[in-house]
């Protein structure tokens, strides 16, 4: 006769190891090597943290009050000399009465930036958006008649247009032609044919070889001289195709990293399907390739947005050269520019701190596949 079964009591559930102790276990003292530098590290940051306080937050004069700045000077940080000129760190030389020109161009093409991360917006519509969005930000920031079309507004010449505009349009036009071009040359540096491949590898390795203040000053004070007497094109044009050419050599030489890792077999196994070479690119290598690559494309992306700022050169005056402009020409808050250049750093890591959050993201995403 069979026995009866017998229950077994229930067990206990697991521990769980979450939270903030279960972390730093994990990550600042798991092992006595980590223990060690954490213990350093958060010595350092006892020992930097409450000055770095006292100067930017406690003692700090807020209010756009030179004499006040000057009271706390060497004690405390003057963020008023921010209140007092972010017109012109923000917009640069653009006329004070039509500044909200500027404004609306650049909310409408951060809009367009932010809508265009995001999967369900990646549909046909989009190009137009983009299309729309270029058309809207170049007529509202030039004015008067664009491309024959009168606008109703008065016209503002590209050496008034500076600030956060200036960047954010030289970074976004620049990345978008200097992708599709990268491609290209890192697909013609593969080429079976010898004209090609000899015409791509020195377009790289001649870019490559010099500064980008090289090429930017080339194209704006060299090339008009190449060109007919009486016409050259706007000092904003020559430094954006500079910019886009010396992007260009990089990312194709990044692309080509990813081409690389692509077996040869699938080369083979698309050809046996009957597909072409550019329906292989299309469809077998690029994105395969663009995956393998996209930590170093997203980090070119972010030299590119930081590079814009070499244009003060050539005086049109992005972010860094409209606080430079604002805080140089006027005595009384030129003692406090560091505040001024702290402010931009902010403005910059946010964006580059976006693009890099955007890349893991993206990242994940791939790996998932």
Not at 33 to 40: D, F, H, I, L, Q
Not at 202 to 218: D, K, N
Not at 270 to 278: D, F, I, S
Not at 305 to 326: H, M, P, Q, R, W
Request: net charge positive; charged share 10%.
């Amino acid at each position: 006769m069979a026995q009866p079964a017998e229950l077994i009591a229930a067990r206990t559930p697991p521990a769980r190891h979450g939270g903030l102790w279960a972390w730093c276990q994990r990550h600042l003292w798991g092992t006595r090597g980590n223990a060690v530098v954490s213990v350093v590290l958060i010595a350092w940051l006892a020992w930097c943290v409450p000055p770095a306080m006292e100067w930017g937050l406690w003692h700090a004069v807020f209010r756009p009050d030179a004499d006040s700045c000057q009271a706390v000077r060497g004690s405390g940080a003057c963020w008023g000399v921010v209140a007092e000129k972010y017109r012109l760190i923000l917009l640069g030389r653009y006329p004070f009465e039509e500044q909200w020109r500027p404004v609306l161009a650049t909310l409408a093409l951060v809009l367009l930036l932010v809508l265009s991360c995001v999967p369900a917006c990646w549909k046909r519509g989009l190009a137009l958006a983009w299309a729309g969005v270029w058309l809207l930000f170049f007529g509202l920031m030039g004015g008067g008649n664009w491309w024959g079309v009168p606008t109703g507004l008065s016209a503002v010449s590209t050496d008034q247009w500076g600030g956060l505009p200036l960047t954010l349009m030289l970074a976004s036009l620049s990345i978008g032609l200097a992708f599709p071009l990268g491609v290209l040359v890192a697909l013609g540096r593969q080429s079976q044919m010898p004209a090609i491949r000899s015409v791509c590898i020195t377009y790289i390795e001649l870019v490559r070889g010099v500064p980008l203040i090289s090429v930017l000053f080339m194209a704006s004070f060299m090339f008009p001289l190449l060109m007919p007497t009486g016409t050259s094109p706007d000092v904003l044009l020559r430094v954006l195709v500079g910019i886009t050419l010396f992007s260009g050599a990089y990312t194709a030489e990044i692309v080509r990293g990813g081409l690389q890792a692509i077996p040869r077999g699938q080369l083979e196994a698309a050809a046996t399907l009957g597909l072409g070479y550019w329906q292989t690119q299309r469809l077998v290598v690029l994105p395969q390739a663009l995956a393998h690559v996209v930590p170093g494309l997203m980090n070119n992306f972010i030299a590119i947005f930081k590079d814009t700022s070499l244009v003060t050169i050539v005086s049109l005056y992005e972010l860094s050269g409209s606080l430079g402009l604002a805080v140089q020409g006027d005595p009384n808050w030129r003692p406090f520019k560091i505040e001024g250049y702290l402010f931009i750093t902010l403005i910059y890591f946010v964006f580059c701190l976006s693009l890099s959050r955007y890349s893991l993201w993206v990242e994940r995403q791939v790996s998932h596949r």
